[in-house]
């Protein structure tokens, strides 16, 4: 029997009930066509999970009853922050889902000299709600119990203007760089790493990066996509450093 997988915030105790978005409810009511009492999985986004039921309540609303609690720990042991800039349609949210299934822990979208996307302050707000719904899908979808924050859109400048006066740890990817992952040394602390747009980074932006502590790698000879690059290093790092 397929239990479907949810996120519900709250604060968890047992025996409570926690309602429902009227997405979820259509989804699991209209959609799988659930009754009364179906189990469910349910986390909350900050590290618990729980043994769940469904308790309808009109045919467009219902809640969850809490049954058992416990804490879920799927994180990486490596903490890695994508600072990705923002590709069109489909790119960008392929790019995002597949790094909360690598791991991912948090995300910076960013706007770049050679981005093709422009963005009001209202539509970038609007995106980083679709972004971070995407995200929240991926959890579901992935096992995962924390949900990576989609930090609020910015360029690039000024990105860099808000880092910390010290080096960044973290990693910038140029097919022309003389380096690649496997000559680096295992990360011992949060690490970011930058991902070029559809037309890649200008020479400026990966010199202000490498002046800010970022190391230049080449993810092999080939040039990669931007949807493809940062899941590749993601993964070349889970592999190398963290839990693959």
């Known amino acids: 029997m397929r239990i479907p997988r949810l996120y519900v915030p709250g604060d968890y105790q047992p025996d409570q009930t926690l309602a429902l978005s009227t997405e979820q409810a259509h989804y699991l009511m209209r959609v799988l066509r659930l009754k009364a009492d179906h189990p469910l999985e349910v986390f909350d986004g900050q590290g618990h999970q729980a043994r769940a039921t469904l308790v309808p309540e009109s045919k467009k609303q219902a809640k969850v009853a809490l049954e058992e609690i416990f804490e879920l720990n799927r994180e990486s042991p490596l903490h890695t922050t994508l600072?990705?800039?923002?590709?069109k349609g489909d790119r960008m949210d392929y790019s995002l889902q597949k790094a909360v299934e690598l791991g991912v822990s948090e995300i910076q979208p960013v706007l770049t000299e050679h981005s093709m996307v422009r963005l009001t302050p209202e539509k970038a707000q609007k995106r980083q709600q679709q972004?971070?719904?995407?995200?929240?899908?991926?959890?579901?979808?992935?096992?995962r119990t924390v949900v990576p924050p989609v930090r609020p859109l910015k360029t690039y400048q000024a990105w860099l203007k808000d880092q910390p006066d010290e080096a960044i740890n973290g990693l910038v990817l140029d097919p022309r760089a003389q380096h690649a992952l496997s000559?680096?040394?295992?990360?011992?602390s949060p690490m970011a790493f930058l991902?070029?747009?559809?037309?890649?980074?200008?020479?400026?932006?990966?010199?202000?990066?490498?002046?800010?502590?970022?190391?230049?790698?080449?993810?092999?000879?080939?040039?990669?996509r931007t949807e493809t690059a940062g899941v590749t290093l993601l993964a070349a790092m889970q592999t190398l450093w963290g839990d693959f």
């Open 83 to 87: 600072v990705q800039s923002v590709s």
């Open 131 to 143: 972004w971070q719904a995407i995200v929240i899908h991926a959890c579901e979808q992935c096992g």
């Open 183 to 188: 000559d680096l040394s295992p990360p011992q």
């Open 195 to 224: 991902v070029g747009p559809e037309g890649g980074l200008s020479d400026a932006e990966i010199d202000q990066a490498t002046e800010k502590g970022l190391k230049a790698i080449a993810l092999g000879p080939r040039v990669l």
